[in-house]
């Protein structure tokens, strides 16, 4: 079975200051990664996937995340936080057998001005 | 944005009505899946379908029921609301390409009283 565990239901950084959302997974079979975002009152939006290749996945408005097969990790980065980067964020795994994806509880990001 | 609506977008209901939401996508897309977000859980799969007629139950699919006659439409049925299914319901649809990521809905909110 396969499993998303995110550290940190709230994570509050400064503004200009690094982002860090951490994701651990567990999958018997290779991995499909996720991370999305949500902002209040909407749906999920992704901001990247990893599927195979590069392990370093770049995606939408400066997020990044590494895939860590050693480490079951698909941390999510974002060198500078701007305001607008507050939200829920949210990791996700599939496997390559299936199409079902499991989601995190999810991780509050609040910006501090 | 991926075309899908979900309706209604709001609803209050009396414990043991039933109540049916719809998901209407325009994108053909095979997939099409209902979750629940609570806080603490994350997303939790309720119930997906990989076709026309084919449904599947997901990890809290008990009280629930959908059906999908046509491509288009994948109906959630609370059979006897109860105060449990008080939650925000999101519909997402994928493509049969396996590497495709899930696009949401804008989400109902699901009020049980």
């Known amino acids: 079975a396969q499993s998303v565990t995110q550290l940190g239901s709230h994570v509050s950084v400064s503004e200009g200051a690094l982002v860090l959302l951490r994701c651990n997974y567990s999958s018997s079979v290779p991995p499909y990664l996720f991370w999305y975002v949500q902002y209040p009152n909407q749906g999920l939006q992704l901001l990247l996937k990893y599927t195979t290749g590069a392990t370093l996945v770049k995606g939408i408005n400066g997020f990044e995340a590494e895939f860590k097969k050693s480490e079951t990790s698909f941390h999510l980065t974002k060198p500078s936080a701007h305001m607008s980067d507050a939200a829920e964020y949210f990791c996700?795994?599939?496997?390559?057998?299936?199409?079902?994806?499991?989601f995190g509880a999810g991780t509050r990001l609040f910006v501090k001005a | 944005d991926a075309g899908i609506t979900q309706s209604p977008r709001h609803k209050v209901t009396e414990t043991g009505t039933p109540v049916t939401l719809r998901c209407h996508q325009t994108e053909n897309h095979r997939y099409m899946y209902w979750y629940r977000q609570d806080p603490g859980h994350g997303l939790r799969l309720i119930h997906y379908s990989y076709g026309v007629k084919d449904t599947d139950k997901g990890e809290v699919s008990d009280g629930y029921s959908v059906s999908r006659s046509k491509t288009e439409d994948f109906l959630l049925t609370l059979e006897s609301a109860t105060s449990s299914q008080t939650s925000v319901y999101f519909c997402?649809?994928?493509?049969?390409?396996?590497?495709?990521?899930?696009?949401f809905g804008q989400g109902t909110r699901l009020t049980v009283v």
């Open positions: 996700a795994v599939t496997n390559t057998g299936g199409f079902k994806t499991i």
């Open positions: 997402a649809i994928s493509d049969v390409d396996l590497n495709t990521e899930a696009f």
